[in-house]
Structure formats: C-alpha cells, structure tokens
C-alpha cells in the first residue's frame, strides 16, 4: 500500500484533487449532536419550523443576539428560521495537498480541515471498510502516505487505542506546522504560572507572578451525573492539581471503532492537559459550542484554538516529537466554586 514520492507528486496533477482552498464555508456549521430544532423566532419557546440531524451542514445568512439563554444568547439565521449555537460546529472545507511521505519512525499531527471525513481499515480478509468518522479541528498522528481505496493519497493514522491502524483521504487534513509547539513564555519560571478554574461563573484563568494573561468561559462537568450506572461522576472535582501530562491529540471512549455514531467514541481529541490520574483534562473540544454552562464527562471543554495555547503555555513542555516530562513541575490547577 505504499505510496512512492513520484506517483504522489503526479497526483497532485491529476482530476482526483479539487482545486486546493477553493472553498470559504466560515458560514457554515455542522450539527453536532443528534438532532437540532429550528425555530420561527430566536427563542426555544417559539414554533418549530424543522429539524436538522447530526452532520447536517447548514448554511449561516446572520447572526442573532438574543435575551435567552443568558450564558450564550448567540442564535444563528437559518433556512427557515432560528437556530441556537450550542450544539453545533463551525465548519470549513479547506482541501490540502498531501505530503509527499514522512519519515520513517517520525509521526506528524494533522487536523480535520473538513466538516467530516470518513475513515476505513483495510483487512485482507474483507478489504477496505468504513469505521470512525473524524471531524473538523479534531487532530491526529499521521505516520505514513498510503494508496486508499480511491487510488488516491491517504494518511495512515496512528490511534493509540485501537489495536489496528486506519486510514483517511490525505486532502482531508492539514499538517500541524512544527512551530504550533512552540512554548508561549517559556522564560516564565513553572511555579510562576498557575490556572485557576470557577465552577460557578464557568471562566478560566491563567495567571503569571499573580497577574493576569488569559481568561475565558469554558464547559466543565455536569454535576452529579453519570455516563453509565458503575461509572464515575461526571462533576468536575475542585481541589488543588497540577498539570501531570500533555498529549497533543487523545482518543477518548471506549476504543469502540465500529462504534455507532450516536456513541460518546471520541477520536483526535485535540491539545489535552490532564491534572488527574483518573483523566480530568483541559482540552479542545469539536462536538458543542455551549461554553458558560456545564457540558462535559467530568473534564474542562475548551475552544480548540485557546486549548491550545494553554497546552503551550503551561509546563511540563511538549514539543512535535517528544514529550518532556518535568516530575512535580506541572503548572499549579486549582478549581474551585
């Protein structure tokens, strides 16, 4: 399944590659959960004009502020009506070149630059078969450029959950450039950087020498609940914590990668920080937009681009290749009400 360099760079002269970056779809937006409600006016007491299903893509003509909800009043202008902003995505479609290869033994972050791409395992047994579907601004390890069912170059990607690897089309996602890694004040002493978390207003806030440098909403756990009968809670502890590990791309489920679509199976999870052993994490977040009110299984839902810049900011360091553990350096976490 090896692709060589030169019948990957014929390609790129080929009808198999639309034109790259073509497209500008900053107004649209796919539904991220299973089904959402249209409304005749921008409240969800108003008449219901349709519904719209997961990874329907629809068109934005305006954008509403309305009165309700309080912590996130954005409504988008439909077809056909109203729609609220918290369980979709905004998407793009933003072709890429493939690379030529990647060096053997060297794995590369790529992110979804597509509303949603389809992965498929290759077996001899049964040939090539549809699994996990990725989504836009999710990340992933790519570790080699293969020929896919299509003919065309796909990224074989590298999940550490699965026990088998899988592909995608490589026009699907973008190269993390190597400078993404780069520390945001590294000159900063660890023990002078700390994050503090309020539960109650749902804000973050960064802070260097005591003073502050960055500051957001977030969606922390939904108290008290639980995504299964055994399992645990999905609050958010509070305490004092300190950043334990990074991983720039996380699977997070059960490793289920014939999982149904409907299922809590999470794959490219982007820009983790865990603070707890039992895996409470600060990480980007693809599947909502409903950040100032609880949301998640226990850890702190972030935008992708400021989960990011926390995963650079705060020690240990990580860099595109190789993770750097500090034992008992991790940036200081405290969480509170």
Same mark, same amino acid.
């Given at each position: 399944m090896r692709l060589g360099g030169m019948t990957l760079g014929s390609l790129a002269y080929t009808t198999f590659l639309p034109e790259l970056n073509s497209f500008d779809d900053s107004d649209m937006i796919r539904?991220? !959960?299973k089904a959402v409600s249209i409304y005749d006016q921008p409240n969800d007491k108003s008449k219901i004009n349709a519904? *719209?299903?997961r990874d329907e893509l629809v068109h934005v003509y305006g954008e509403y502020v309305a009165d309700e909800p309080k912590h996130n009043p954005i409504w988008y202008r439909v077809w056909n009506g109203y729609l609220h902003r918290g369980r979709i995505q905004r998407v793009r479609t933003l072709y890429q070149k493939p690379l030529d290869s990647i060096p053997q033994g060297k794995r590369r972050l790529a992110e979804v630059s597509v509303p949603f791409t389809q992965a498929y395992r290759y077996t001899k047994a049964f040939g090539w078969q549809p699994n996990l579907r990725l989504y836009y601004d999710s990340a992933h390890w790519i570790e080699s450029v293969d020929v896919g069912p299509d003919g065309g170059p796909w990224y074989r990607v590298y999940d550490h959950i699965a026990?088998?690897?899988? +592909?995608? &089309?490589?026009i699907h996602l973008r190269p993390v450039p190597i400078s993404d890694f780069d520390p945001i004040n590294p000159q900063?002493?660890?023990d002078q950087k700390h994050i503090e978390v309020n539960l109650t207003t749902q804000k973050l806030t960064a802070y260097e020498a005591g003073g502050v440098v960055f500051q957001t909403t977030i969606s922390s756990g939904i108290p008290a609940g639980k995504t299964t009968a055994n399992s645990i809670s999905t609050k958010t502890p509070d305490g004092k914590f300190n950043i334990i590990e990074k991983l720039p791309t996380e699977h997070m489920g059960n490793g289920g990668l014939f999982a149904d679509i409907d299922d809590?199976?999470? &794959?490219?999870? &982007? *820009?983790t920080s865990y603070f707890t !052993?039992?895996? +409470?994490?600060f990480h980007g977040t693809f599947w909502h937009e409903?950040?100032? !009110? &609880?949301m998640s299984h226990g850890c702190i839902n972030m935008r992708n681009?400021?989960?990011? *810049?926390?995963?650079? *900011?705060? !020690?240990p360091v990580h860099d595109a290749y190789t993770y750097i553990s500090e034992k008992g350096r991790g940036t200081s976490v405290e969480i509170h009400y």
């Open positions: 539904v991220a !959960t519904t *719209w299903y026990s088998f690897s899988y +592909h995608v &089309p490589a900063v002493a660890w809590n199976e999470l &794959p490219g999870v &982007p *820009w !052993t039992v895996g +409470h994490a409903n950040y100032g !009110t &609880p681009k400021e989960a990011k *810049w926390l995963f650079r *900011w705060a !020690t």
